[in-house]
């Protein structure tokens, strides 16, 4: 009071109030592709790991508003290339073989199964991504056959679109709006590199070569488990003790 009376005080400072209230999560839990969602279960879901580094509340890894580029990818020199498309790999082959650490060039990677109807639905608009940015890499490939690179990049669901540079994951791709046009603002947003204004989802799209058709497959991992099991059920019950003894022939050793 003294100090206020004689003008010599200082003022105090506000107090800062910090909200002890945790912020939404970027994207919701995976559902199966039968259901309402918008991904299909790739895993038994985990946390998601993400590849980049948190972002401001309001700047996001998506398409709302022109944004500085956050990777610099050296665009690839495209003279004499006449066909732009996407490579899907095999189960032979492994992704760090198309990803050059050294290098400063971009990948955009799909993460995809032939049974899931979200990833169908996608198939047309990422074929017809390497047009639309000829200076780009594109690759695809199932998470069905690659389950390590699955667990290793985080995919607990599909589809799962990351942007490489060089072989270090940068960006995912998280809006459950999976067409040509969000695709672009995103590597446009991610690469500052514009995208072709004259390419547009063509009937060849819809035909490959991402299949845009769900397709039944054997799974035969899954298939030897079981008759694995079953028989491994099987030998168990016929040598317990309680059960010889009903087969003929076993009941003198039984009784030995």
Not at 21 to 36: F, I, N, R
Not at 157 to 184: C, S, W, Y
């Amino acid at each position: 009071m003294a100090d206020a009376m004689l003008g010599s005080g200082a003022l105090a400072e506000q107090p800062v109030l910090l909200s002890a209230v945790p912020g939404e999560p970027s994207g919701g839990p995976a559902v199966p592709c039968d259901g309402a969602g918008d991904a299909c279960p790739a895993a038994r879901e985990q946390p998601l790991l993400e590849a980049v580094l948190p972002a401001p509340a309001e700047e996001q890894n998506g398409t709302d508003g022109a944004k500085a580029p956050k990777v610099n990818c050296d665009e690839r020199n495209t003279t004499g290339v006449e066909r732009f498309t996407l490579q899907i790999l095999n189960v032979s082959q492994d992704l760090m073989e198309f990803l050059n650490p050294n290098s400063s060039d971009c990948t955009l990677v799909l993460f995809y199964t032939p049974w899931c109807r979200f990833s169908a639905s996608l198939a047309p608009h990422f074929n017809s991504l390497p047009r639309a940015f000829p200076t780009l890499h594109f690759l695809a490939l199932d998470a069905s056959q690659h389950s390590s690179l699955s667990t290793r990049f985080g995919t607990v669901a599909v589809p799962n679109i990351l942007l490489f540079q060089g072989a270090k994951p940068m960006a995912r791709f998280n809006h459950t709006d999976r067409t040509l046009e969000t695709l672009k603002d995103f590597i446009f947003n991610q690469t500052g590199i514009e995208a072709r204004s004259d390419v547009a989802v063509t009937e060849e799209d819809w035909e490959g070569p991402l299949p845009s058709v769900l397709t039944k497959g054997i799974d035969w991992l899954l298939l030897f488990s079981v008759l694995f099991l079953a028989g491994f059920v099987m030998y168990a019950t016929i040598r317990t003790d309680s059960i010889r003894w009903l087969i003929p022939g076993q009941e003198h050793e039984h009784q030995e």
